[in-house]
């Protein structure tokens, strides 16, 4: 283990993303407004919250995941939050220090546990009902008892799991089926594709055969396709191989979309060719007679301009920038031909819909607005009308930041935009947080229940329906 050093300055350490260390259970929350009675279940979302004084520079990636909770019933709520004790958690834990760098710093090929820290602080998916806690770079996934969200140990699909599993699978509302997906940097296969039954059962993964190794993000379904992104912003090889970590941004090289049968038993992808760029999320894919359509927020060039340090107006992820804007591409797989056009000049991110309509034409999404910042923030959220070309703004005052928004459907709802989005609000002073719900219809605050202490904005949230839940 190398000596630790000194931590620079990172403003995602300061302010709205500054960490907090007290766990609250079941802690009832006062209602300023008028709380739905018919909103029934949990909001969770995941994000990260570190705990130890982290060596080197920091990455608002690196931080401890920390879950937090609002489960709603009869026109009332109640908080918990937790860390998630994973194995890298409880190495930490016994260590009382950190025993990683960040993925800033180089891997430590050496390290007697493993070159990089397992930590799902990234996604939360439930499924077959599981809510499991997940890691962008595709560790062990583990599994949150609800409502209490206590760690209950990993998640290995009986022991069927081969390696580990991404953020962002996507579920089928309709089959129950979930589509997972994996991928390695450091050796092959650099992509594994799974689908899980809707018993939770893992019934075959298997490599899908690549060029190289890159930095995958999400996939997108349709009802009969999966659908990978295989895009020009990749590992530097030259340096994996010396045990150091850079992204790079090729523009000679072409975005892929790549299209699979769901239930392919081996790699059949079919691989379509466009333009470079990025892509962080996918909202949604579907099947246009024999087209397939992509909608999600596209990066253009994810290098900034300047690296200098100080004030800047577009969002920073360290050494990349964030601007992306909604799309919409439309792939013809039978001729390989790729259309897209941009929806929006507006910079959106952490994307949401109703997903009973995932993998089938949705006409509505709900993404969160880019606040003019250097760090990621957002300061309100946009409805868009994808059918229409329409869109609706929901904005926060000036001393407030919202999180990703979750679409929580009404019980017995027929339409698509018939329920709510609910996520959380920051006081960029330091005030406690709070838990909003919003009508989807109309964009408008039905319910403000302020948080019993300050929690650091993060990353991905689901709703988990009050019928699922223990009783």
């Known amino acids: 283990m190398s000596a630790p050093r000194p931590a620079p300055r990172s403003e995602y350490l300061e302010g709205i993303f500054a960490p907090v260390t007290d766990e609250r259970h079941d802690v009832p929350l006062t209602v300023r407004g008028e709380l739905p009675a018919d909103l029934h279940g949990m909001f969770v979302r995941n994000g990260p919250n570190p705990r130890f004084p982290v060596e080197g520079r920091y990455h608002w990636f690196d931080g401890d995941a920390m879950v937090h909770g609002v489960c709603?019933?009869?026109?009332?709520?109640?908080?918990?939050?937790?860390?998630?004790?994973?194995?890298?958690?409880?190495?930490?834990?016994?260590?009382?220090?950190?025993?990683?760098?960040?993925?800033?710093?180089?891997?430590?090929?050496?390290?007697?546990?493993s070159p990089m820290k397992d930590n799902p602080n990234t996604d939360l998916v439930w499924h077959a009902g599981k809510l499991l806690a997940l890691w962008y770079l595709g560790g062990e996934p583990v599994r949150l008892e609800v409502p209490s969200l206590r760690t209950l140990g990993p998640e290995r699909f009986a022991d069927e799991l081969p390696a580990g599993m991404s953020a962002h699978p996507k579920v089928d509302a309709h089959t129950g089926e979930m589509m997972i997906f994996d991928f390695q940097f450091h050796a092959r296969p650099f992509l594994r594709y799974g689908l899980v039954s809707a018993q939770g059962e893992l019934l075959r993964m298997f490599p899908i055969e690549m060029p190289g190794p890159r930095f995958f993000h999400d996939i997108g379904i349709t009802e009969r396709s999966t659908i990978f992104l295989d895009l020009p912003m990749l590992w530097d090889p030259e340096l994996l191989r010396q045990g150091k970590r850079r992204i790079v941004y090729r523009k000679d090289m072409p975005t892929r979309f790549g299209v699979i049968d769901r239930h392919a038993t081996s790699d059949t992808t079919r691989w379509l060719e466009t333009e470079a760029c990025y892509v962080y999320h996918v909202i949604n894919c579907y099947e246009d007679g024999d087209e397939i359509v992509v909608v999600a927020c596209r990066v253009d060039d994810p290098m900034p301009k300047s690296r200098e340090p100080g004030p800047h107006t577009r969002s920073r992820l360290e050494f990349l920038e964030l601007a992306p804007m909604l799309h919409r591409w439309r792939l013809s797989p039978a001729t390989g031909e790729v259309r897209g056009e941009q929806l929006d000049d507006v910079p959106t991110e952490f994307p949401r819909m109703n997903d009973r309509w995932l993998g089938r034409p949705a006409r509505y999404c709900y993404n969160p607005r880019l606040a003019p910042s250097s760090a990621v923030c957002f300061d309100g959220w946009i409805k868009y009308d994808l059918e229409r070309g329409r869109s609706w703004v929901h904005a926060l005052p000036a001393d407030r930041v919202g999180d990703e928004a979750v679409f929580a459907p009404r019980p017995g709802a027929s339409e698509e935009d018939d329920g709510y989005l609910v996520s959380f609000v920051h006081d960029r002073g330091g005030g406690p947080s709070r838990c909003v719900v919003i009508d989807a219809r109309t964009m408008e605050e039905r319910a403000s229940l302020e948080l019993p202490q300050r929690i650091p904005t993060g990353f991905h949230a689901t709703w988990i329906p009050g019928g699922e839940l223990p009783a």
């Open 72 to 113: 709603f019933a009869d026109g009332e709520a109640r908080y918990t939050n937790r860390y998630v004790r994973s194995a890298a958690f409880e190495v930490e834990t016994k260590a009382g220090a950190a025993m990683w760098a960040g993925i800033m710093e180089p891997m430590e090929l050496r390290h007697p546990i």
